[in-house]
Structure formats: structure tokens, C-alpha cells
């Protein structure tokens, strides 16, 4: 009678499906508690200044070289009237450098007559 041995064993493979999930899991934590900032409405270039560096707030409104307002999807005296709604003590205004200085002024006293305390104009370091 012939003997037949079992076939050897071979040793069980690592699954990779565990570190995939895993991997997976991550990504999608890291991108669920990530917090991303919204574009800005219109391209500006702040002018130079030397000082403290500006700190970013959530009420910022824009003013473009041509003199439009900016504020989220609003433009002109929309903008205006909404960023002066959520604003609060926190008012931020980036103008470009290529702005009008009687823009910016007559957009400034505007929101001094709304009864904004306080408006911060954003400037870069040189």
C-alpha cells in the first residue's frame, strides 16, 4: 500500500485589506476635521507696510483696484451693507494697492457712519 503524505503548508500570507482600511480611515478623518478656507471674491494685492503682522479674520471686505466691493458673492453697496451686518468689532479691509486712496477713504468713512468701532486695513510687510 502506498503512503501518501499531505501536501506541505504553505506558510499564511499578511492581508493587506487591514492596512488599506486603515489608510482609508484616515484620509477620510483628516479630511472631515480639516478646515478649508474659502477663495477670496476678487484679486487683490495689498500695499506695503511696516508694522505687526495682520491677523486673519472672518469678516473681510474687499476692495479691487477698479474700486468694487467685495463681500462673499455680494458686490458694491450689497457687499457693503452685508459685511457691515456680520462685521461686529472684527472688521478687516483688504484694498489693493492699485485703489484709489478716495475710494478707500469714502469706503472707511462709510463704515465709520455705520458704526464700526473699529477697521482694520490689511497690509503686506516690507
Not at 25 to 36: D, P, W
Not at 72 to 81: D, F, T, Y
Not at 84 to 95: N, T
Amino acid at each position: 500500500m502506498m503512503e501518501f503524505s499531505d501536501p506541505p503548508r504553505r506558510s499564511a500570507t499578511e492581508s493587506v485589506l487591514p492596512m488599506i482600511n486603515v489608510v482609508f480611515l484616515l484620509l477620510i478623518f483628516f479630511l472631515m476635521t480639516s478646515s478649508l478656507a474659502p477663495p477670496e471674491p476678487i484679486e487683490v494685492a495689498p500695499p506695503q507696510a511696516t508694522g505687526e503682522e495682520a491677523r486673519r479674520r472672518e469678516a473681510v471686505l474687499y476692495i479691487g483696484p477698479d474700486g468694487t466691493l467685495a463681500f462673499g458673492a455680494a458686490r458694491g453697496e450689497a457687499a457693503l451693507a452685508g459685511f457691515v451686518a456680520v462685521a461686529g468689532e472684527a472688521a478687516q479691509l483688504r484694498a489693493d494697492a492699485a485703489a484709489e486712496a478716495v475710494v478707500v477713504a469714502r469706503v472707511l468713512g462709510q463704515l465709520a457712519a455705520a458704526g464700526l468701532p473699529r477697521v482694520e486695513l490689511v497690509a503686506v510687510p516690507r
